[in-house]
């Protein structure tokens, strides 16, 4: 097992930064891919971003390339994500998860993923 713990969130205003971040315990954290992912209001989750276990592959959706930035520690369990120039789209709930794809091309896809964190609320008003 692997317990996720986001924090990080809450309001902010357009083109601020903002950083989430995700505490793990339990199964040893360098051993997983990392995800971010996020659900909108009213509308179906989605993936933001991934790590590879080591942190040298990442990914991002094409909604936060350039704005996004994911990375890890793995010295401290953690996961982050950097989140800049926010916009009133990156509104969310931020969920991380842990997880073991075959291949890091499909850790966007959210049933790659074994653990998941209760999520952060984000709101980025006009």
């Known amino acids: 097992q692997v317990q996720l713990v986001e924090s990080g969130g809450g309001p902010v205003q357009t083109g601020d930064s903002l950083r989430l971040s995700c505490a793990a315990s339990g199964r040893t954290f360098s051993n997983y891919t990392m995800g971010w992912f996020r659900r909108p209001p009213g509308k179906e989750r989605k993936f933001v971003a991934a790590i590879s276990w080591s942190g040298s592959s990442v990914s991002y959706s094409e909604r936060v390339k350039g704005r996004f930035t994911i990375s890890r520690d793995n010295a401290r369990n953690t996961l982050y994500l950097q989140m800049n120039s926010m916009i009133p789209e990156d509104t969310a709930v931020y969920y991380c998860?842990?997880?073991?794809?075959?291949?890091?091309?499909?850790?966007?896809?959210?049933?790659?993923?074994?653990?998941w964190g209760q999520g952060t609320q984000v709101t980025v008003s006009s």
């Open positions: 998860a842990a997880g073991t794809p075959a291949v890091f091309s499909l850790s966007y896809i959210a049933t790659k993923y074994d653990y």
